[in-house]
């Protein structure tokens, strides 16, 4: 994630760097809304297989497990 010190988004983790892709998932699969909580998704070389979710390869969106939203200046908020 890339450094968001001066983001006005207060608690957030940052936003992906640009050969890395983020979205929210809802639980029935489909993508989350701006601002929305569901699972966060992550796709990207960074992403090795076998390592986060259960993606089969880089080109394909893994799961990290964590519930969070994106909120509209591309920062992440990781929620409970």
């Not at 929210?24 to 992403?47: C, F, I, M, N, Q």
Request: proline share 4%; no cysteine; glycine share 10%.
């Amino acid at each position: 994630l890339q450094d968001v010190s001066s983001s006005s988004t207060a608690g957030s983790l940052g936003s992906a760097t640009p050969d890395v892709e983020l979205k929210v998932s809802r639980s029935d699969g489909s993508t989350a809304k701006l601002g929305e909580p569901g699972r966060l998704l992550v796709k990207g070389p960074a992403v090795s297989r076998g390592v986060v979710g259960s993606a089969a390869s880089n080109s394909e969106w893994a799961s990290t497990e964590l519930n969070a939203s994106i909120n509209s200046d591309a920062s992440v908020v990781i929620s409970a």
